[in-house]
Structures are given as structure tokens and as C-alpha cells.
């Protein structure tokens, strides 16, 4: 937020709801989004038409706006689970959320429209994706961190950047031939994802949903994929790209992909792509703490920076724990892999949605 900075006294500020039709005020949105230093991909306004249409989730995407400007904006969705409860989530499949704003006017107002809205819809709680703290007395989940690091402008020392023993994987599938190219479509990315996921024994998104981001984002939603030397598909990688930031997004590869290094060849090559790009940030995106994920981006040199998840809970006692690493969910999971895979990737649309 900019410090300091308030509205003038003359002003009148007036907390709005964007409607999903309204392609012109959807345009001003994006423009602030682009503008405003604490907003993310994830607060871009087309997540309304991916939550509504793929997920069928009701979105609340919120908007302060004084004298014809918009102030801030907060992207809100009912998630209404019998399975993972009752919540309103900024922003459900993102691993950022929370309120944008260029002011405290704005932000206090979004906040206080979004607990309203809590309020009237009876959910359990309320769910903010802060990057950073809002609410030292909010309780807040410290399971999550993300990864971030600068891109140098010159290849070689982007290489050089990274840790000796990581960069010899990243050696080795160069030298074992692995090339990579840009995918208009989403089918090699998808059938390496579904059978990633089925082997963690977690349910797979839908592929239309890959197609709508596709479709939604355009140029700045790519799949890239990495082949052997004998055109074996080993390993691909769902980016979005927002102002001068990569943050790869949804992975996949193949069994075969960790002996012929083809998971650290992957990210080298979206790396060299965003240094020749001009982008100055690689965001390594979310992990949970203790899991391989974060070990490897550790590996990779990125130091972690947690996530300031805050939470008002109406209904519960406890922050919910909806995530793999809760022991409840432990035989779930045990059977989700062991389900042919046909079978999980046609059930698992139906779970996935409730997740958020």
C-alpha cells in the first residue's frame, strides 16, 4: 500500500461489485491491477470468468472507486463444500489474494464489504491470500511460502546463480539432448499433469479449465514442454506471466523425466526464455513446508518468504487445514492412488472444485 497516501476529504468512496458482463469497467480493473504495487496475477479480472464458468463458484469481485477511479479491488468466491466446508476465499485455485489497494481507505472498505458479504452468506469463514500481514490479531495459517528470486540480465550468470549441485542437473540434461518448445494447446501438458498429480494421489483440475486459462489469458498463460532426443515428452510446465514476473504454475512430468534431468532442465529453460524476454522476476511460486517442493526450490537458491494467510472465522474455533499434509485426508489419498487413472481424472473435477 502507499504509505501515507489518503483520499481527499471531498470524495465520496463507494465499495462496487464487477459485474461479469461489463467488459469496459473489467478493462479499468485490469489497468489498476497492472498499476498497483501489491496486486498479483491472480487479482486480474478474468479468475471471475474461470471461477464462474469452469468451477461454478459464485465470485464477489469487489472494487472501491472515488471520482470515476478505482481505488482497490478485492477478488472474492463462495466455496460451499460439504467435504471441505462452508467459505469465501480470496481467491480460491490462487496462490495470492487478498485486497489491492493504493490506499487504507479502499482496503478497510473492500475488507469491511467482504465480511459483510461473510456475514450474509452464512460461511464459515473468511479466507484473505495475503502476501503480507493486515491483521496481527487475525488468525493466520503459516503452512505456505513462496519463492521468489531476480532474473539477471545476462544468461550465464543466471546459470552461475545456481546452486553447484542443482546446476549440474541442469547440465546433464543438456548434455543428454532434452530440448523445449512452446505449446499452443494444452494436451501434452495435461496428460503429464493428470498422471503427476494421480501419483501423489491427489485429484487432477479439469482439462477444459487449462484450456480456459489458455483462452482467458492469451499470451500471458503459456505450456511449455520438454522432449527427449528421441521426441519422448518428459516433462511440461503451465506459466503465467504478469508485468515484468514468470511464475510457472501447474507442472507435470514423466516417470522417466528425474533420470534424464528433465525437471531442472525445465525450469533452466523457462528461466533462459524469461532472461531473454527481458523479465526481471522468477517466481517459484508456493510450497508447503517440509515437502520436496520446497526442498528443491531451496536447492535451486530461492530462499523462502512466508505467506501471511489471515483468516475471520464465523463458524469454526481453527484455521481449516484442507491440504495433503493433514492425517485425515491420508487414506483419501492412498486409494485416490491407487484408482486407474481414467477413473480419477473423471471423478477428480468434481472433488478438485471444493478444494479452492
Wanted: proline share 5%.
Amino acid at each position: 500500500m502507499l504509505a501515507g497516501r489518503r483520499l481527499p476529504e471531498f470524495d465520496l468512496l463507494t465499495v462496487k461489485r464487477l459485474k461479469k458482463e461489463d467488459t469496459e469497467l473489467a478493462s479499468r480493473w485490469d489497468k489498476f491491477v497492472m498499476q498497483c504495487p501489491e496486486a498479483t496475477f491472480f487479482h486480474r479480472a478474468g479468475w471471475q470468468r474461470i471461477v464462474r464458468d469452469v468451477f461454478r463458484h459464485e465470485t464477489y469481485f469487489l472494487y472501491a472507486e472515488t471520482g470515476g477511479e478505482i481505488q482497490g479491488v478485492l477478488p472474492l468466491a463462495h466455496v460451499n463444500s460439504w467435504l471441505f466446508g462452508n467459505s469465501l476465499v480470496s481467491l480460491p485455485f490462487a496462490v495470492y489474494g487478498g485486497v489491492a489497494a493504493a490506499n487504507d481507505e479502499a482496503a478497510d472498505a473492500l475488507e469491511r464489504e467482504a465480511q459483510s458479504i461473510a456475514t450474509r452468506l452464512g460461511v464459515a469463514h473468511l479466507e484473505l491470500r495475503n502476501v503480507n500481514q493486515r491483521h496481527a490479531d487475525w488468525p493466520a495459517q503459516d503452512l505456505y511460502v513462496t519463492f521468489r528470486k531476480s532474473i539477471a540480465p545476462d544468461e550465464e550468470a543466471n546459470m552461475l546463480a545456481i546452486p553447484r549441485k542443482q546446476r549440474a542437473m541442469v547440465r546433464k540434461g543438456i548434455k543428454n539432448g532434452l530440448t523445449s518448445d512452446i505449446d499452443t494447446g494444452v494436451d501434452r501438458f495435461f496428460a503429464l499433469y493428470a498422471d503427476n498429480v494421480h501419483r501423489h494421489g491427489t485429484p487432477a483440475m479439469p482439462k477444459r479449465y487449462f484450456k480456459a486459462l489458455q483462452s482467458e489469458f492469451g499470451a500471458d498463460c503459456e505450456v511449455m514442454t520438454v522432449a527427449g532426443p528421441d521426441g519422448q515428452v518428459l516433462s511440461s510446465v503451465m506459466s503465467f506471466y504478469f508485468r515484468d514476473e514468470v511464475l510457472p504454475y501447474y507442472a507435470g512430468d514423466d516417470e522417466s523425466a528425474r533420470h534424464l534431468a528433465a525437471n531442472d532442465f525445465k525450469y533452466w529453460e523457462l528461466m533462459r526464455r524469461s532472461c531473454a524476454r527481458g523479465l526481471k522476476v522468477f517466481d517459484y511460486g508456493r510450497s508447503k513446508q517440509g515437502t520436496g517442493s520446497y526442498a528443491f526450490k531451496k536447492n535451486w537458491g530461492f530462499e523462502p518468504t512466508p505467506l501471511r494467510y489471515e483468516y475471520c472465522l464465523y463458524k469454526r474455533d481453527a484455521i481449516p487445514q484442507n491440504n495433503p499434509s493433514n492425517a485425515k485426508y491420508k487414506l483419501l489419498i492412498e486409494t485416490w492412488r491407487r484408482m486407474p487413472i481414467g477413473l480419477a481424472n473423471w471423478l477428480g473435477p468434481f472433488v478438485v472444485r471444493n478444494l479452492g
